[in-house]
């Protein structure tokens, strides 16, 4: 079993939809999570970040995790056709999410259509 | 403003040739890592940087590889003889709290 598994997608939406992105981990040690933005050929862009079980929301994006169920959550409300872009999620084991390794979901390619 | 800085930000090299990528970074911190992405695969950890010196390095990161921080700023990332297999976007990172902030990377190529 990997240790993070996320949807590659493609995923198509029309503008406006509410979108849904997910990842499901095995590692119970990760108590970071993260989600990233990445655009083709570029570094990866921290949208959000929390610290173990819960929601968390910033504007049009609400993460959350489900630690008992390994199980982590991005939704994008009102989404835009800017919100087009590959979705990663990430997680660490660290006792700060920054003083340890992340590991990296696949991405989901996710396209808002006007 | 990005939080790091990577140069080159496009690397062509012939096999077996050594590359050095750089990362500079905007302030002062004490963790850094780097990171590698093959086209098409996810972000791999390649390596962690804690208070100027190694503390873990993955299955990727061999003898081929070596990180140093030479003047206490820059951060470089070396590869002694380069493989067709490095091709791949490299990616500097830095930690901060409860998170890491990525640089724009620098995709090399390997021919």
């Known amino acids: 079993q990997k240790e993070v598994e996320q949807d590659p997608g493609p995923l198509s939406v029309p503008e406006g939809a509410i979108v849904s992105l997910n990842c499901t981990y095995s590692?119970?040690?990760?108590?970071?999570f993260m989600w990233y933005r990445q655009y083709s050929r570029k570094g990866p862009e921290l949208l959000m970040y929390?610290?173990?079980?819960g929601n968390k929301e910033d504007g049009r994006f609400t993460a959350q995790v489900d630690k008992s169920s390994k199980y982590i959550s991005l939704f994008i409300r009102d989404s835009q056709p800017s919100d087009s872009a590959t979705y990663l999620c990430?997680?660490?084991?660290?006792?700060?999410?920054?003083?340890?390794?992340?590991?990296f979901g696949k991405g989901m390619k996710l396209t808002v259509n006007p | 403003e990005p939080e790091v800085t990577q140069t080159p930000s496009h690397q062509v090299t012939q096999m077996g040739q050594e590359v050095i990528l750089r990362c500079v970074p905007i302030?002062?911190?004490?963790?850094f890592y780097w990171y590698r992405q093959i086209l098409g695969q996810k972000v791999e950890f390649l390596v962690s940087?804690?208070?100027?010196?190694?503390?873990?390095k993955s299955e990727i990161f061999d003898d081929q590889f070596s990180v140093e921080r030479p003047d206490g700023s820059n951060f470089t990332l070396k590869i002694r003889s380069t493989k067709l297999e490095d091709s791949a976007m490299y990616f500097c990172?830095?930690?901060?709290?409860?998170?890491?902030?990525f640089g724009p990377g620098t995709r090399l190529t390997v021919l």
């Open positions: 990430a997680m660490s084991a660290g006792s700060q999410g920054g003083s340890e390794k992340l590991v």
């Open positions: 590692n119970s040690a990760f108590q970071y």
């Open positions: 929390t610290y173990s079980s």
């Open positions: 302030s002062n911190h004490l963790y």
């Open positions: 940087f804690y208070n100027n010196e190694i503390s873990e």
């Open positions: 990172a830095r930690g901060v709290a409860d998170t890491q902030y």
